[in-house]
């Protein structure tokens, strides 16, 4: 047996040796790591090179329009004949190929998580909780939907039913009996018969 190699298997089954590995990442931290990395690397390649301290909302937004490079949805332009129409065109129109809208959200969501998990406490402000990138992201939007012909749409948020819950009784209470008196009331009614 040699002591610098790995030794033969004995006869001998052993307990398994106790190795405590670290789960492996999420599909959602394995993205934010990747995509804080290439943020890193357009940073160190920007010219002039701009350091993580004095990244801002306008190198953010650069970011995103450099992405548009490597964009696979197509965004009609106003003098295109399929501007406006949902369906794909029959010919090809040579309009461009950009990042699609909920692309670039989500990236900004996981860039905006990865600085915050990155920040020390004597950091500027986080860069992708910008103003400037938040008006950026509504205007490709606005205008991947008219190109589209699909108009976004706010989804308002449904009321919480505990809340509407507490607001009927509320209501109870205005109009001159609490609900939980009312419950109480009829619950020792209900049950004074049954007691005597």
Known sequence: MD???PSEPTGRA???AATFAPPPPSRYESQKRRDWNTFLQYLRTHQPPVSLPQCGGAHV???LRYLDRFGKTKVHEPGCAHFG???SPDPPCPCP???AWGSLDALVGRLRAAHDER???GEVENPFADRAVGVYLREVKERQGKARGVAYRKRWKRKRV?????????GA???GGSSSSSTAAGDSRSSSPAAS
């Open 173 to 175: 209470d205005k109009r």
């Open 97 to 99: 190929l950009n990042q």
């Open 3 to 5: 002591a610098t190699g």
């Open 61 to 63: 937004i650069e970011f």
């Open 119 to 121: 920040r020390t406490s």
């Open 162 to 170: 505990a809340s509407t819950a507490a607001g009927s009784s509320a």
């Open 85 to 87: 129409r949902p369906e």
């Open 14 to 16: 052993g307990p398994p």
